[in-house]
Structure formats: structure tokens, C-alpha cells
């Protein structure tokens, strides 16, 4: 028994007069029905009862007898919660767990519901408001009370007061009407608005891999990523080619996301480890294989990449040494440390990317071949954004959001002659140089509307020449300081070493210095 009250389900087969006879037993036994419930299930009536007997000595096991003997009574219990409660209960514990704000009044302007988002948004500090009138338990403005004459509104910007500063929300409201069509309330929903701009920047920022990234609706993107969804779940090697700047390590990302992997991804540039540092890096060292080396030895990007995914970017930069140990490590699942003794078995995924010419490259004998149809097994193409022309202002949309959302700034749009600008361009730097693209107009417009004026490609920036600086037909500087001419040599020799070789570590070589260097300098000419 609770506050005097007794709770009792009992079960009969269903017939006419079951509620009028158990209201007859109780009248008789001088006890007041708090409530009643009937529910019907097939043949079957549960009716659920709380009572409250005037003599507060009356035991429940009486009350339990006396209903006992109702005609087509099956069973009879004590019940601790009533149907009633456990809704509402589950009603409230829902209330108050959602993202928004909820109230809602009746005809007379009455509070019906309010869970304790509403409350903090509207500076609500009474704990008993159901039947108050919304005046006066905050001094928020609200249109809420128009809503009872049949107006609504949607997305209106407020703001109050409280006790923990001021807060802004969005709200929207609109009448509750019955069957008939008879307005018998309203309610009103409440956005908090520090809660959107999280929610925005978590959607617009997330890092997450997955192929919901992808923007896209071009036939070759839409058949690039249902190829790889089928296969992300397999542990075949996966290659994937495209220019560069057209996403293969996030592409490669998503696959490991979908793989249901529980190891980690590991992701290697083979083109920026030095010839030297490639091996150790891949493979790792035992202790004391070499000076310098870590006391307790080193593991290598292949163990780390255990019951993960290994992604090998720019493989086809690797060096002929480090190609063989990579491919003795697919074969055999297994690798060495330098200057270990003994065999690590790994469970590994591979995915390898380039934006070379492969096969070309094992016919010039720059690749094996081996290794070669050892990674080709699942070969995935990304199409560079110059195949794309109908996806690039959906691109460009969807990163415009994500930087006004990363630099806090006022919504923008792109103006027709914005995006006509961007689809006029080449885009050598595809969805990189895009991106970079939309940034800068971000940051350049100050208007809500970025027009054509605000679209600077990357060759848009070079510095006007100075006074007394020419620019040979060659690319040479045959003016000015003797630095900016010499780095205009330097650039023309790069330029022309890259041409006539098949990688940079070929370049480099002949170039007579390291394969870092070279990177080096290519970076500072801004080369591609």
C-alpha cells in the first residue's frame, strides 16, 4: 500500500456489466476508486483499479476477497504500477530527453506539458507549472497563445534572460486541433540555438570516413563507390587510381570504415620517406639493428596496421628494395624487422593508390611486375573533377558550408556567376584546388552572395612583375636580383627533369640530389 492506496489487475472473460459490478463490490465495502482502467485483449477484459478505503485498518488482502467473488473472474493480483502511470512516466521520461524545447497550453492558455528543456530555455524556476498560465512562470514573449485563434509560425528567432545569461533559440508553434477539427490547445517546439550550431559544425566538420562524404551524382562516382561498398567487407588488396587531389585516401578511409576491420588505418605517403628511412619505417628494427636505433626496438607501420588496413599512397614512388619486401609481405603475411632474427605473422589489409601510370611503369621496368598484378586485384578509378562538370557546384555547396560553419560566418551562397566561373575552370588540382577555391571566396566576399569577382584560381595570385623584371620565353628571369633569377633556373631544371623521368626518385638521381630535397623544392616552385 501507497498513500493509502491499494492497486489491483483483474482479468474476466469479457461481458456486459463487469465495470457496474466491480463499482457495486467496492461501494459495499466503503472504498473510494481513484481510477479505473479496461482494456480489452480478444475474449479477455483487464480491468486495473487503485482504491482508497475510508477505514485507513482495512487490509488489502479484504478488498482482495471481496473482488474475488465477481461473476467470470479468472485472476486477481496486486499491482504496483498503475497502466496509467507508465505511461505517463514514459511520456515524461521522453519529454525530457529530447533535443527541443516542448509546450503546450489548452484553450484557456493554460500550461498542458513543458519538460525541463523548455524550462531552461525559458528561464522557468517553479517546479509545479501544469495549469499555470504561461505568463506567469516566465518573462519570455511568446506567440504561442495566437495559436489558439488558429495561426501558426515556424523557425522565429527569440531570445531571453536567465539566471545562466542570455539565451537565443529558434521556435515554432501551431495549433492542436481534435477529430472534428476543433482547436483544443497549441504547442510550441524550441531549438536552442548554441545546440544547432554544435550539431551543424559536428555535421559539416566530422573527419569521419565514410562514402557518405562523397558528393557526387555522376555515373562514374555513384559505380566507383557501389564497387567499393561490395568490396570493403573482403580483406583482397584494393587499388585505386585517380589524379591527384581527387580524394583516394578518404575513399580509402571509407573502405576501411565498411570493413568492420577492428585494427586501426594506417596511411604512408611512399613518395615523402626518404630511400633511406623507407624500409625501417615499413617494417620496423630490432633492438640495436642499427646506431641510434630505439633501445627496445621499433614496429613498423606494417605491425601497427595489424587486423587494420594499410594504406600505401603513391606506391608507384617505391624504390625496387622496399617493392620486393612489400611483396614477399603480401604473399606470406608475414615481415622481418631489419636486423630481427625471427617472422611476425600479421592479418593486414592493403590498399595501394597512384596517380601513375602503372602498367606503363612495368613496361619501362620502374615497377615489378609482380608486385604489380599482386595489388591489382580490386582496382578502383576515381574520375578527376574535370569529368565531373555537373557535380562541381554540388561540391562547391557542400564545402561553402563547411567553411562558413569553421569560420563561424553568416550562411553564403554562390551566385550563378560563381559557379559558372568554376565550371569553365580546368581544375588540374581537382577536388583539392576546389575546395582551397571556396575557402578563399569565403574569406575574400563579405557579402552573403559570392559572385565571380570572389572565384581566384591558384595562377589568379602570382605577383604582377616588378619594374625591370622580364619573363623570358624560356621561364627564365632575365631581370632583377640575381636570387629570383637563379630560382627561376632552378625551377625551368626541375621542371624539365621531371618530364623526361618516370617518378621523382628518378628525377632526384639525376638531379644528383636526395629524394627529400627534390620534394622540397618542388613544394617551394609550387609544382605539380
Known amino acids: 500500500m501507497k498513500n493509502g492506496s491499494f492497486k489491483f489487475n483483474l482479468s474476466f472473460i469479457d461481458r456486459i456489466g463487469i465495470v457496474a459490478d466491480a463499482s457495486r463490490c467496492l461501494a459495499g465495502l466503503a472504498v473510494t476508486i481513484v481510477s479505473m482502467e479496461v482494456q480489452r485483449k480478444g475474449n479477455l477484459s483487464d480491468v486495473y483499479l487503485e482504491v482508497t478505503p475510508e477505514d485507513k485498518?482495512?487490509?488489502?488482502?479484504?478488498?482482495?476477497?471481496?473482488?474475488?467473488?465477481?461473476?467470470?473472474?479468472?485472476?486477481?493480483?496486486?499491482?504496483?504500477?498503475?497502466?496509467?502511470?507508465?505511461?505517463?512516466?514514459?511520456?515524461?521520461?521522453?519529454?525530457?530527453n529530447v533535443s527541443?524545447?516542448?509546450?503546450?497550453?489548452?484553450?484557456?492558455?493554460?500550461?498542458?506539458?513543458?519538460?525541463?528543456?523548455?524550462?531552461?530555455?525559458?528561464?522557468?524556476?517553479?517546479?509545479?507549472?501544469?495549469?499555470?498560465?504561461?505568463?506567469?512562470?516566465?518573462?519570455?514573449?511568446?506567440?504561442?497563445?495566437?495559436?489558439l485563434g488558429g495561426n501558426s509560425y515556424s523557425r522565429m528567432r527569440q531570445s531571453v534572460s536567465t539566471d545562466h545569461g542570455r539565451i537565443e533559440f529558434f521556435t515554432s508553434a501551431r495549433p492542436i486541433m481534435d477529430a472534428g477539427g476543433r482547436i483544443i490547445g497549441a504547442v510550441e517546439i524550441m531549438k536552442d540555438m548554441k545546440a544547432i550550431k554544435a550539431l551543424v559544425e559536428e555535421v559539416a566538420l566530422s573527419e569521419g570516413a565514410s562514402f557518405d562524404a562523397f558528393v557526387g551524382a555522376t555515373t562514374a562516382v555513384k559505380q566507383a563507390i557501389s564497387f567499393a561498398r561490395k568490396i570493403a567487407a573482403t580483406n583482397s588488396i584494393v587499388s585505386i587510381r585517380g589524379a591527384s587531389g581527387t580524394g583516394k585516401e578518404l575513399f580509402a578511409r571509407a573502405i576501411h570504415a565498411e570493413s568492420r576491420r577492428r585494427g586501426a588505418f594506417i596511411a604512408v605517403n611512399c613518395a615523402a620517406i626518404p630511400d633511406s628511412l623507407l624500409e625501417s619505417e615499413l617494417f620496423g628494427y630490432a633492438p640495436g639493428a642499427f646506431t641510434g636505433a630505439q633501445t627496445g626496438g621499433r614496429a613498423g607501420l606494417f605491425e601497427q596496421a595489424n587486423h587494420g588496413t594499410l594504406f600505401l599512397d603513391e606506391i608507384g614512388e617505391l624504390p625496387s628494395g622496399p617493392q620486393a619486401k612489400i611483396l614477399r609481405a603480401i604473399q606470406d603475411n608475414r615481415i622481418?624487422?631489419?636486423?630481427?632474427?625471427?617472422?611476425?605473422?600479421?592479418?593486414?589489409?592493403?590498399?595501394?593508390?597512384?596517380?601513375?601510370n602503372l602498367e606503363q611503369l612495368v613496361q619501362e621496368g620502374a615497377f615489378r611486375q609482380d608486385l604489380y598484378y599482386r595489388i591489382n586485384v580490386l582496382p578502383v578509378h576515381l574520375p578527376p573533377l574535370s569529368a565531373r562538370v555537373s557535380d562541381i557546384s554540388l561540391l562547391a555547396g557542400h564545402f561553402l558550408f563547411q567553411v562558413n560553419c569553421k569560420l563561424g560566418n553568416r550562411l553564403q551562397r554562390l551566385s550563378d556567376g560563381a559557379v559558372n566561373k568554376l565550371e569553365q575552370h580546368d581544375w588540374p588540382g581537382n577536388v583539392r584546388e576546389l575546395k582551397n577555391v571556396i575557402e578563399r571566396a569565403a574569406i575574400l566576399c563579405e557579402t552573403a552572395d559570392i559572385g565571380p569577382e570572389s572565384i581566384v584560381f591558384g595562377f589568379e595570385l602570382s605577383p604582377p612583375a616588378r619594374p625591370g623584371q622580364i619573363s623570358s620565353p624560356s621561364g627564365e628571369a632575365t631581370g632583377g636580383k640575381?636570387?629570383?633569377?637563379?630560382?627561376?633556373?632552378?625551377?625551368?631544371?626541375?621542371?624539365?627533369?621531371?618530364?623526361?623521368?618516370?617518378?621523382?626518385?628518378?628525377?632526384?638521381?639525376?638531379l644528383g640530389i636526395s629524394h627529400t630535397t627534390l620534394r622540397n623544392k618542388i613544394k617551394k616552385h609550387r609544382l605539380r
Open 57 to 96: 485498518r482495512m487490509s488489502g488482502k479484504t478488498i482482495l476477497e471481496a473482488l474475488s467473488g465477481i461473476e467470470t473472474l479468472q485472476s486477481v493480483r496486486f499491482i504496483e504500477t498503475m497502466p496509467a502511470e507508465s505511461r505517463q512516466n514514459t511520456f515524461h521520461t521522453v519529454l525530457d
Open 100 to 147: 527541443d524545447g516542448i509546450l503546450s497550453i489548452d484553450t484557456h492558455g493554460k500550461i498542458t506539458t513543458i519538460n525541463q528543456l523548455a524550462r531552461s530555455i525559458l528561464g522557468c524556476r517553479t517546479k509545479n507549472v501544469i495549469g499555470r498560465r504561461l505568463e506567469t512562470i516566465t518573462t519570455a514573449e511568446t506567440g504561442l497563445s495566437s495559436c
Open 336 to 356: 622481418r624487422r631489419i636486423g630481427g632474427q625471427s617472422e611476425t605473422e600479421l592479418d593486414v589489409r592493403i590498399i595501394t593508390a597512384t596517380n601513375q
Open 482 to 510: 640575381l636570387t629570383d633569377r637563379l630560382d627561376a633556373l632552378e625551377r625551368k631544371i626541375i621542371v624539365e627533369t621531371l618530364k623526361a623521368s618516370k617518378s621523382i626518385r628518378q628525377a632526384a638521381s639525376r
